[in-house]
């Protein structure tokens, strides 16, 4: 049976997961260019216009996609704990009035 202290860290984990997606995804243009600028220096500065575009919307969305996953598995999680501590609160009742 979970107990508080299970439901809190589920909250805790909840909200993180919550705000490391949405950081990922509306950060996602900064970091995706960020690393296009890294991959641009490592071919030698010089590089197909196509290709540097190409690099940076495909990590640019990547971070989107990761950001977005973390996001739902936070709003999951949060319903899951939502539920798991309505339910811990209502067998908490039960046990007081059964005592």
Same mark, same amino acid.
Do not use: C, P
């Given at each position: 049976?979970?107990?508080? +202290? ?10 993180? !997961? ?8 509306? !950060?996602?243009? @900064?970091?995706?260019? %960020? ?11 010089? %590089?197909?216009?196509?290709?540097? +575009? ?5 990590? @640019?969305?990547?971070? $989107? ?7 739902? %598995?936070?709003?999951?999680? /949060?319903?899951? /704990? ?6 811990? $609160?209502?067998? +908490?009742?039960?046990?007081? +009035?059964?005592?």
């Amino acid at each position: 049976m979970m107990t508080y +202290e299970h439901i809190k860290q589920l909250k805790i984990i909840t909200t993180l !997961l919550v705000i490391i997606g949405l950081g990922l995804m509306f !950060l996602s243009v @900064t970091f995706g260019t %960020a690393i296009g600028d890294s991959w641009l220096q490592s071919v030698g500065g010089m %590089a197909d216009t196509s290709n540097y +575009e190409r690099i940076v919307e495909t990590h @640019t969305n990547n971070f $989107v996609i990761i950001g977005s996953i973390l996001f739902g %598995a936070g709003v999951l999680t /949060a319903l899951g /704990a939502f539920y798991l501590s309505a339910r811990h $609160v209502k067998i +908490e009742d039960r046990d007081e +009035e059964v005592s």
